[in-house]
């Protein structure tokens, strides 16, 4: 399978999806133009990992900031990696982070897919 790579900017965050090497991340702040179409490659790509995933697909989260509409396209992510075998979320926020926290809570009670909420 290809690497998703996308490099951050100040609005979009970045994004490398490696099978290979087991490297399933997303970083940074999210508040790009049109979240649908940033977001579209990530969704596609999930879609095809999930046919023939690794035994065990550690999905990082290590979020500063989203806006509203990203909110819905990570949804949409966690909600894709629902049909991943083995898929665990790992949430990451700053400690004194409250509102990352709480999204992180409020997503973990809508999916299935393992999920962990750790503070740094």
């Known amino acids: 399978?290809?690497?998703?790579?996308?490099?951050?900017?100040?609005?979009?965050?970045?994004?490398?999806?490696?099978?290979?090497?087991?490297?399933?991340?997303?970083?940074?702040?999210?508040?790009?133009?049109?979240?649908?179409?940033?977001?579209?490659?990530?969704?596609?790509?999930?879609?095809?990992?999930?046919?023939?995933?690794?035994?065990?697909?550690?999905?990082?989260?290590?979020?500063?900031?989203?806006?509203?509409?990203?909110s819905k396209l990570i949804l949409d992510i966690l909600t894709a990696l629902d049909e991943v075998a083995g898929a665990t979320i790992h949430w990451h926020y700053q400690e004194d982070d409250e509102d990352m926290m709480e999204a992180g809570e409020e997503y973990r009670d809508l999916i299935e897919v393992p999920f962990e909420l750790k503070s740094y």
Request: glycine share 4%; with cysteine.
């Open 1 to 70: 399978m290809e690497i998703l790579n996308i490099e951050g900017a100040e609005d979009t965050p970045k994004i490398i999806l490696d099978k290979s090497n087991g490297i399933f991340e997303i970083s940074g702040r999210s508040l790009p133009e049109d979240c649908a179409e940033f977001y579209k490659p990530v969704l596609e790509w999930i879609k095809q990992y999930a046919k023939s995933p690794n035994a065990s697909t550690d999905f990082i989260f290590n979020l500063e900031y989203f806006n509203t509409a990203s």
